[in-house]
């Protein structure tokens, strides 16, 4: 159980284990400082006892089935001491976690096999029904694999009342909280132990987890402190190992110090396992409930509009990412429809990415899907940079893994909606999870996500005849950058354009001028984004255009028009005849030839060849069926 930021590591087998911290504090009583005082830790400052007071039980826990826990397990045998391992059975047998070969080995040396649910997910933000299946099914799963599993920890010790009883219902006799029990990092005033038997046996209380800044002197203090008030420490490690940059990693040299100062500690001091101190019988086992499927053709996404929220969070999403940048994800006020959205704002990037994106579960909130079907997705989404779906798919128990990419699409001032659609989604997975990113500084407001299966949902229908079929056609909206949104500049040869904005308008307040200087060769113009998304003109395949603009220039200009194919790659398609040169505003149009077979989206703009300065505005482009009149 990690307390740290959850975090997706693309090409990974599972999702990485951490995620928002959890800490409790209480404050002290003068009973308690009274008690710190005699235990010689009040402010942080230890006089160890030199003989255990009271008897103290010690129980070394390990979550998150990091295939380096085999150092600490070999540790613990060499000093004849056992341990509690809690398992993700959805990380088994993927690469960097134990396998169920590693488990037996455990197993057959004393040690505790435990539940920690299928994917690691956070039980409090989760549909009764989702945390269900992930707390009862995990324990099904290393059932079926042949262990004793009574004991539970909660992932990111993210828990409320009702996950209480969900744990209780799912067969435990126990669950372990963290960050409840005093120790220099915090929870000052708290208890120095927890008690046997414990208040709440499904809330049992244990310090905070052990990571790269605890000592030696950390690791005694904690159970010098327990045989002082008497009562039970479990500590909580996740990597054993050296190097990387992990902050829950602990060095062997450190483990083995530790190990071989709790093997001598006095009689009344010993080394337990969970299941050893609670006791109790395997209750019977039991499955959580079976997945609906949701109705044909239906928005396969749960909480779309992220409406509806959990203990502060979007119910049935997560954040995710890799790489070094600090992260920054909330809701905001209002959203694109309904009262919010969610918002991603990253800061000192290096590498990696970060993004929102639907629970990595067992089903109540990923979208379930087919092998070999294409899924057609989309989101609203406002962003200072480029942003791309980033795609994961679950296999198996529950693992999930990196998938692929969608192209990148603009960034843009207002919402716009970004859309792609995927490859057919290979043999062996279940589910999709995706979400827009960020992979560099930045801020990302998305909202109304959807996902459709292609082969079950009818293309939409076209636009209503004579509609504007360009974004942004009278260059009014600003974009992120110097162009106006859902627009960019495009060129080649050898020339020197420069593109700017101006108030001379055709109408409105913005027009774009090109000024184009030095020139040997090629060309220069503004196009509606060559983007996979809706800033490019739709258009149908066989079907004809008739594009426009009003236009100022120095110097003859023409429409280059460009086409995106079947595979999303554009390509030039053609050119119109010669507009002369004005000096008052004018109206270009072309018709062009029938769209090729497998394009489905055109592009187009005035260009000058020539050194000389070019306004534009009021672009417009109509299917020649039910275009208006010039």
Same mark, same amino acid.
């Given at each position: 159980?990690?307390?740290?930021?959850?975090?997706?590591?693309?090409?990974?087998?599972?999702?990485?284990?951490?995620?928002?911290?959890?800490?409790?504090?209480?404050?002290?009583?003068?009973?308690?400082?009274?008690?710190?005082?005699?235990?010689?830790?009040?402010?942080?400052?230890?006089?160890?006892?030199?003989?255990?007071?009271?008897?103290?039980?010690?129980?070394?826990?390990?979550?998150?089935?990091?295939?380096?826990?085999?150092?600490?397990?070999?540790?613990?045998?060499?000093?004849?001491?056992?341990?509690?391992?809690?398992?993700?059975?959805?990380?088994?047998?993927?690469?960097?976690?134990?396998?169920?070969?590693?488990?037996?080995?455990?197993?057959?040396?004393?040690?505790?096999?435990?539940?920690?649910?299928?994917?690691?997910?956070?039980?409090?933000?989760?549909?009764?029904?989702?945390?269900?299946?992930?707390?009862?099914?995990? !324990?099904?799963?290393?059932?079926?694999?042949?262990?004793?599993?009574?004991?539970?920890?909660?992932?990111?010790?993210?828990?409320?009342?009702?996950?209480?009883?969900?744990?209780?219902?799912?067969?435990?006799?126990?669950?372990?909280?963290?960050?409840?029990?005093?120790?220099?990092?915090?929870?000052?005033?708290?208890?120095?132990?927890?008690?046997?038997?414990?208040?709440?046996?499904?809330?049992?209380?244990?310090?905070?987890?052990?990571?790269?800044?605890?000592?030696?002197?950390?690791?005694?203090?904690?159970?010098?402190?327990?045989?002082?008030?008497?009562?039970?420490?479990?500590?909580?490690?996740?990597?054993?190992?050296?190097?990387?940059?992990?902050?829950?990693?602990?060095?062997?040299?450190?483990?083995?110090?530790?190990?071989?100062?709790?093997?001598?500690?006095?009689?009344?001091?010993?080394?337990?396992?969970?299941?050893?101190?609670?006791?109790?019988?395997?209750?019977?086992?039991?499955?959580?409930?079976?997945?609906?499927?949701?109705?044909?053709?239906?928005?396969?996404?749960?909480?779309?509009?992220?409406?509806?929220?959990?203990?502060?969070?979007?119910?049935?999403?997560?954040?995710?990412?890799?790489?070094?940048?600090?992260?920054?994800?909330?809701?905001?006020?209002?959203?694109?429809?309904?009262?919010?959205?969610?918002?991603? !704002?990253?800061?000192?990037?290096?590498?990696?990415?970060?993004?929102?994106?639907?629970?990595?579960?067992?089903?109540?909130?990923?979208?379930?899907?087919?092998?070999?079907?294409?899924?057609?997705?989309?989101?609203?989404?406002?962003?200072?940079?480029?942003?791309?779906?980033?795609?994961?798919?679950?296999?198996?128990?529950?693992?999930?893994?990196?998938?692929?990419?969608?192209?990148?699409?603009?960034?843009?001032?207002?919402?716009?909606?970004?859309?792609?659609?995927?490859?057919?989604?290979?043999?062996?997975?279940?589910?999709?999870?995706?979400?827009?990113?960020?992979?560099?500084?930045?801020?990302?407001?998305?909202?109304?996500?959807?996902?459709?299966?292609?082969?079950?949902?009818?293309?939409?229908?076209?636009?209503?005849?004579?509609?504007?079929?360009?974004?942004?056609?009278?260059?009014?909206?600003?974009?992120?950058?110097?162009?106006?949104?859902?627009?960019?500049?495009?060129?080649?040869?050898?020339?020197?354009?420069?593109?700017?904005?101006?108030?001379?308008?055709?109408?409105?307040?913005?027009?774009?001028?090109?000024?184009?200087?030095?020139?040997?060769?090629?060309?220069?113009?503004?196009?509606?984004?060559?983007?996979?998304?809706?800033?490019?003109?739709?258009?149908?395949?066989?079907?004809?255009?008739?594009?426009?603009?009003?236009?100022?220039?120095?110097?003859?200009?023409?429409?280059?028009?460009?086409?995106?194919?079947?595979?999303?790659?554009?390509?030039?398609?053609?050119?119109?005849?010669?507009?002369?040169?004005?000096?008052?505003?004018?109206?270009?149009?072309?018709?062009?030839?029938?769209?090729?077979?497998?394009?489905?989206?055109?592009?187009?703009?005035?260009?000058?060849?020539?050194?000389?300065?070019?306004?534009?505005?009021?672009?417009?482009?109509?299917?020649?069926?039910?275009?208006?009149?010039?």
């Amino acid at each position: 159980m990690s307390t740290q930021r959850n975090r997706i590591s693309p090409p990974i087998s599972a999702p990485g284990t951490s995620g928002r911290r959890r800490w409790f504090a209480w404050m002290a009583t003068a009973l308690a400082i009274v008690v710190m005082a005699s235990a010689g830790i009040a402010d942080g400052i230890t006089a160890a006892p030199a003989q255990a007071a009271n008897p103290a039980v010690i129980t070394l826990t390990f979550d998150d089935a990091n295939a380096d826990q085999l150092t600490a397990a070999s540790i613990m045998k060499t000093n004849g001491l056992h341990g509690t391992f809690y398992i993700p059975s959805g990380y088994v047998n993927q690469p960097g976690y134990l396998s169920v070969a590693n488990l037996q080995g455990l197993a057959a040396d004393g040690n505790e096999i435990a539940g920690h649910t299928v994917t690691h997910p956070d039980l409090a933000t989760l549909p009764a029904d989702e945390a269900t299946r992930q707390v009862c099914n995990d !324990r099904v799963n290393l059932s079926n694999w042949g262990f004793r599993i009574t004991s539970f920890a909660y992932p990111f010790a993210s828990l409320t009342p009702a996950t209480e009883t969900i744990v209780n219902n799912c067969g435990y006799n126990s669950a372990r909280s963290l960050g409840d029990i005093q120790t220099r990092f915090g929870c000052r005033g708290c208890a120095l132990a927890e008690s046997i038997p414990p208040a709440d046996p499904f809330q049992m209380q244990a310090p905070d987890e052990v990571d790269n800044t605890w000592t030696l002197a950390d690791l005694q203090r904690t159970v010098t402190q327990a045989e002082t008030a008497g009562g039970w420490m479990q500590l909580t490690f996740h990597h054993i190992g050296t190097g990387g940059t992990d902050p829950l990693i602990v060095s062997p040299t450190l483990f083995t110090q530790f190990a071989t100062w709790l093997k001598a500690r006095p009689a009344t001091t010993t080394v337990k396992t969970i299941d050893q101190v609670i006791g109790g019988p395997v209750k019977a086992l039991v499955s959580g409930p079976v997945v609906a499927p949701k109705p044909v053709g239906s928005n396969l996404i749960t909480n779309p509009g992220v409406e509806t929220l959990t203990n502060g969070v979007p119910q049935c999403w997560q954040n995710g990412g890799y790489g070094t940048n600090t992260p920054t994800f909330t809701t905001v006020s209002p959203g694109r429809t309904g009262s919010r959205a969610v918002q991603l !704002r990253v800061a000192g990037y290096v590498s990696g990415d970060a993004k929102w994106l639907p629970a990595l579960d067992l089903g109540g909130c990923s979208p379930n899907a087919t092998v070999g079907h294409s899924y057609a997705l989309g989101a609203w989404y406002k962003s200072t940079a480029p942003t791309q779906f980033e795609l994961y798919y679950r296999t198996g128990l529950g693992s999930w893994t990196y998938w692929t990419a969608s192209p990148f699409f603009a960034g843009s001032t207002s919402y716009l909606k970004a859309t792609w659609t995927t490859p057919p989604l290979p043999a062996g997975a279940s589910a999709i999870s995706f979400g827009l990113n960020l992979v560099s500084n930045g801020t990302l407001t998305t909202d109304d996500y959807e996902m459709f299966d292609s082969t079950a949902t009818p293309p939409p229908p076209p636009p209503p005849a004579g509609s504007n079929l360009v974004q942004n056609a009278s260059l009014e909206t600003a974009g992120t950058g110097s162009t106006p949104q859902c627009w960019q500049t495009s060129g080649f040869g050898t020339n020197t354009p420069v593109f700017s904005t101006v108030a001379t308008a055709h109408s409105g307040t913005k027009a774009e001028r090109l000024v184009m200087s030095g020139y040997s060769s090629g060309d220069a113009k503004l196009l509606p984004t060559l983007d996979s998304t809706s800033c490019a003109p739709a258009a149908i395949a066989g079907h004809t255009y008739s594009v426009r603009a009003w236009y100022t220039s120095t110097a003859v200009t023409q429409f280059a028009l460009y086409y995106r194919d079947a595979s999303g790659t554009w390509v030039y398609w053609t050119s119109s005849p010669w507009f002369a040169a004005a000096a008052a505003y004018t109206q270009a149009s072309f018709t062009t030839p029938a769209l090729p077979a497998g394009a489905t989206a055109v592009s187009f703009g005035l260009n000058l060849f020539n050194n000389g300065t070019l306004v534009t505005d009021d672009y417009a482009m109509y299917d020649s069926v039910g275009a208006p009149a010039l």
